[in-house]
């Protein structure tokens, strides 16, 4: 391979990986602002209600510390690495979109005890679903392993709770209802999308 095969590959790369980076970089920025920037841009419940919208969609770029931060960040590379492909950036926008968006209205109408929420996690859910949905659904059969995995996942944090361990790696309670909200999205969305792929299917040329 020469050195302009090599640029060029890293190039590709680059792009490839340029939303997640984005994304990255605002939860970096968030981070840095320190607790002012997390109380300003948490999920909070009586903030919403009297009108702080934004807070529905930027309670998902703040983190309860570092260590949550960078696992979550850990957890979008590795989804946009195996997934990212499914879909446009555009269409994974409106992903992440409608993950945060289903995740506070959850938390709102059957969290109500829950005062506040951070995290990228239940979003994350939801790209993993819709990611793997839409695997299979091209034909990529490994992806059902993943699909049983998160599926298990979810059906123990549910029963059970949090994963062992899960509390202390993110350095406080895990809201594990948020991951299956953010889930809950990620199918709504992967139905959406193969739906729209099967009535151009149909429609066929012209």
């Known amino acids: 391979m020469n050195k302009t095969s ?13 939303p997640p980076l984005g994304l990255a970089a605002i939860a970096l920025l968030a981070a840095v602002g320190g607790e002012p920037a997390t109380a300003w841009l948490r999920y909070d419940r009586e903030g919403i209600l009297n009108g702080e919208i934004w807070r529905a ?31 446009s950036n555009r269409a994974w926008g409106a992903v992440l979109l409608l993950a945060a968006v289903t995740i506070t209205l959850g938390l709102l109408f059957f969290n109500t005890h829950i005062r ?9 859910h939801g790209m993993f679903m819709a990611g793997a949905l839409l695997s299979i659904y091209a034909g990529y059969r490994a992806e059902i392993l993943l699909l049983v995995f998160i599926f298990a996942k979810l059906a123990w944090e549910q029963l059970n709770g949090p994963l062992p361990g899960s509390a202390s790696m993110a350095g406080g309670n895990v809201l594990v209802d948020a991951h299956l909200y953010g889930a809950i999205a990620g199918v709504l969305a992967a139905m959406f999308f193969i739906a729209r792929q099967g009535l151009k299917k149909g429609r066929g040329p012209g």
């Open 6 to 18: 090599t640029r060029d590959n890293k190039g590709s790369l680059l792009i490839y990986f340029m």
């Open 116 to 124: 506040w929420y951070v995290g990228l996690s239940g979003v994350l």
């Open 57 to 87: 969609l930027s309670a998902h770029i703040v983190h309860m510390g570092w260590p949550h931060l960078l696992m979550n960040l850990a957890g979008l590379f590795l989804i946009w690495a195996l997934f990212g492909r499914m879909l």
